[in-house]
C-alpha cells in the first residue's frame, strides 16, 4: 500500500533565498530554520549548495544584458545585408539575361 503523501509546497525562490541569507548571516541554525518552516535538513542543504553555486550570477547580469544588446544589433547588421544580398542578387539576374 502506498502512504498518504501530503502535496508538495511550492516554495519561491525569494522565500528560499531569504533562508539561506538567515543562516549565513547567523541569525537563525540549520536546524532552526528547518523546524521552524517544516523543511528536510536535506533540503535546506540542496538550498544552501545552489546559492552557493550560483551566487555569482548576480554580478554577472550587466555583461549577459550586454552581449544580449550586442547580439541583436548583429542581427539586424545581417537582416539588412541579407535583403541587400538578395536585391543584387535579383538585379544581377535581370540585367545579365
Known amino acids: 500500500m502506498e502512504k498518504n503523501k501530503k502535496p508538495k509546497r511550492k ?8 533562508l539561506v541569507i538567515e543562516y549565513i548571516k547567523g541569525i537563525k541554525s540549520q ?3 528547518c523546524r521552524e518552516n517544516a523543511l ?3 533540503l535546506f542543504a540542496k538550498w544552501y549548495r545552489q546559492f552557493q553555486e550560483n551566487v555569482h550570477q548576480i554580478f554577472e ?5 550586454d552581449q544580449l544588446k ?20 535579383e538585379a544581377h539576374y535581370k540585367f545579365n539575361l
Open 31 to 33: 536546524a532552526d530554520i
Open 11 to 18: 516554495l519561491s525562490g525569494q522565500f528560499k533565498a531569504r
Open 70 to 89: 550586442q547580439i541583436e544589433r548583429l542581427e539586424k547588421i545581417i537582416g539588412k545585408q541579407t535583403i541587400e544580398i538578395d536585391f543584387l542578387k
Open 40 to 42: 528536510s535538513p536535506n
Open 61 to 65: 547580469g550587466s555583461r549577459n544584458n
